[in-house]
């Protein structure tokens, strides 16, 4: 049962909203606020999810978000909101802002949005689960029983990966197979330190790619680097360039609302609606490849969406 806290000035609205939760069985409203400034992080610190409003008289939902995130509240946001300016959405993705509910408040979108923030949290959970079980096979010695989920996992994170792909609209890109290659060896690595705290310097993760998928001679490895960053680049773009236009037809949508912000910089992702609004051929963007590959691998490991 996840547990929600609500800050809207609109007392109709919060009544609304913690009946809906209270009747969807996902959870139960454990606080609420009448404005930004009234919810600090010792009131929302138990919630895993946060329903904030957009905009509230006193501090709005924007600068909560912001605030909250530097007190280091670590959990969910949903922001409700009948603005429509994509500068200040744009904004509230980059605070860290999950996904959006539109007023006025529809029973139905609400129920499908708490859904699937509910979906993803209990997946995040699972997966941690299954990560301290197999670190815990590894302290009782059960070898034989921790290979057996080892290979199982090996095998499904290939099975995620072309999932997220296809989600992403890049499945036929140059590029998938080394992709599809560094989420395996990033899962051989975490499963060897039984968590992989952060991800591997760049050139470490095409080097092992490029040493394992090609076997090349120590004169050519270079090479195979180079090319392996290069296409890994190019198939990042495609992916920022797919999401971005989706952005652009509907800002709504779910899946640039749920990935838009999580694998790449938002400015980055305004930078590339801009561009293809111009109809620009080539693109000004930086890519933070790093983030990029390190949300791709933690979304495979949770399944896809």
Known sequence: MLKFYLVEDDHAVRKMLSRIVNESGLGEVVGEAGDGSCASVIDVQDADVVIIDLLMPGRDGIETVKALREENYGGRFIMISQVENKEMIGEAYQQGVDTFIQKPINRLEVLAVLRRVSEHLLLEKSVQTIRNSLSLLEVSGT?????????????????QARSLLLQLGIAGEAGTSDLIRIMKWLKEQEQEQSILPDLPPLKTIYEQVAICSRQQPEANLQKDVRAIEQRIRRLALQALTHLSSLGLTDYGNPTFEYFASRLFDFQEVRLRMR?????????????????????FYIESCSSSH
């Open 143 to 159: 070898a034989d029983i921790k290979a057996g989920m080892i290979l199982q996992k090996e095998r499904s994170i290939e099975q």
């Open 275 to 295: 561009e293809l609004e111009e109809q620009s051929k080539s693109s000004a963007s930086k890519l933070n490849l790093r983030k990029f590959l390190y949300v």
